[in-house]
């Protein structure tokens, strides 16, 4: 039997903290109440939000450099789903896993899906890999896969995204979330339209193969494998994709994946006005595609994007049903700690921007009301809001203080000791 963190565990914690938590959403809700916001509001919001995790995130993540593998790391996806089980179980606020193939690839998709519901979890959308060669793989995309200049190795990418669609059938998703590494390293390596055109005839296949219910989000980067031109850089190229392939083709926006200091809110406004916005894999980042936590080096542009995601679903917004993702790498950190707070601090923004009245923005907008505006906007991020979220916890038979909980039932020291030491540190991300 493996080890698991009881209901009873984190009862008995919660009431450690129950009486300072009703203290401060007292005061909170007074606050608010001055402000004409109902605190109450503002917690079934709260209690009403998800992000998914990502499969490979629940591993120690590395750097080209190293990787440094921490005690009782996951040895499949199976150990992954339990970690992630414990994420939602703490937090309340991750009920879905993003699966990666073939990472998470099993021979019975049943079995894992079962597996996820025995965690209160389903899967979210399904990501495709032709960035790396799997083992037995015919043809590398060493220089490229779907936009690769020979014809037989772009068929193999294409074949492996029907195959991730098929497998995200058999898990429940109703997403394929679409990244690849093409590019060039060299003026001249490659036609940069010859390379796009590649692209669309390749996604076209992709895209005909799409179940009904099905959409397929193209995840769009500056740099990186590639380091002089990327095929789909930039949310233009994406856009351009997406309108050419078809209504299921929407622009997934990584957060870390644009050049420092892009407005990235308000390429989140442009894509929800065109109702192209396919949703997020939120982390953070200080120089390139670090895949640092979420608000964790700068909390107040995540509040930024959250603050054009909240008008727009308030507005009601046609088209507008955006997915949320996490997609971080946890090279110093526990990876569960770093899940927990990093969901934490995304449904923090999602709460602090609740809290904006937005007809009064409007109006002193109208007005140009420069200071004005900006100081509604900047009061809803300076509201220290953590009462209503531990309350949204406790609510949902979550922890209160989820990381100290965490900690404190001993859950890593018990897998290390049930999940051998693979002794296997290698480079990459996971
Ligand atoms: C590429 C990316 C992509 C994933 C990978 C793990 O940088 O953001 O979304 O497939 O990270
Ligand atoms: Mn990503």
Redesign the pocket.
């Known amino acids: 039997m493996t080890f698991s963190i009881s209901a009873d565990f984190i009862g008995a914690q919660n009431r450690k903290a129950e009486a300072a938590l009703a203290e401060d959403y007292a005061a909170l809700g007074r606050q608010l109440e001055r402000r004409g916001v109902d605190i109450e509001k503002m917690t079934a919001r709260a209690m009403a939000y998800a992000v998914a995790v990502?499969s490979?995130g629940v591993g120690t993540g590395g750097t080209r450099f190293a990787r440094f593998p921490g005690p009782g790391e996951p040895r499949n996806v199976f150990d992954k789903i339990d970690d992630c089980g414990v994420i939602h179980q703490l937090g309340r606020v991750t009920p879905t896993v993003s699966p990666?193939i073939p990472w998470d690839k099993v021979d019975d998709y049943s079995a894992l899906r079962q597996k996820a519901a025995s965690h209160d979890l389903t899967f979210d959308a399904v990501?495709s890999?032709s960035?790396q060669d799997a083992k037995g793989q015919k043809l590398s995309y060493k220089f490229g896969s779907l936009t690769h200049a020979d014809p037989g190795t772009r068929a193999q990418a294409v074949e492996h995204n029907l195959e991730c669609i098929e497998i995200g059938r058999k898990l429940g998703s109703s997403a394929l979330?679409v990244?690849i590494?093409d590019g060039s390293n060299f003026p001249g390596q490659s036609n940069l339209n010859a390379a796009f055109d590649r692209y669309m005839a390749s996604l076209r296949e992709i895209y005909d193969a799409l179940p009904k219910d099905w959409s397929v989000f193209l995840?769009h980067?500056l740099y990186?494998p590639a380091f002089y031109s990327t095929v789909i850089s930039d949310w233009g190229s994406s856009f351009m994709a997406a309108s050419e392939l078809g209504p299921k083709a929407k622009c997934?926006v990584?957060l870390?994946?644009h050049a420092p200091n892009t407005n990235i809110e308000q390429i989140v406004a442009r894509l929800i006005r065109a109702q192209k916005l396919a949703g997020f894999?939120f982390n953070d980042s200080k120089y390139g595609?670090d895949?640092l936590d979420s608000g964790s080096v700068d909390p107040f542009r995540l509040f930024l994007v959250f603050n054009e995601l909240v008008d727009a679903e308030l507005r009601k917004a046609p088209g507008f049903n955006p997915a949320y993702m996490i997609?971080q790498?946890h090279n110093v950190t526990d990876p569960i700690e770093s899940l927990i707070q990093s969901a934490n601090e995304i449904q923090r923004a999602y709460v602090q921007a609740s809290l904006i009245d937005r007809a009064v923005l409007a109006a002193v907008q109208a007005e140009s009301d420069v200071l004005g505006g900006h100081l509604l906007v900047k009061q809803a991020f300076v509201t220290d809001v953590s009462p209503v979220l531990a309350e949204a916890r406790r609510r949902k038979s979550g922890a209160i203080d989820p990381i100290a909980t965490y900690r404190a039932s001993g859950y890593r020291r018990h897998k290390a000791e049930e999940r051998p030491d693979s002794g296997t540190a290698s480079a990459g991300?996971?």
């Open positions: 990502p490979w990666h990501n890999n960035f979330t990244w590494a995840e980067k990186e997934l990584d870390g994946h894999h595609d895949d997609d790498s991300i996971v």
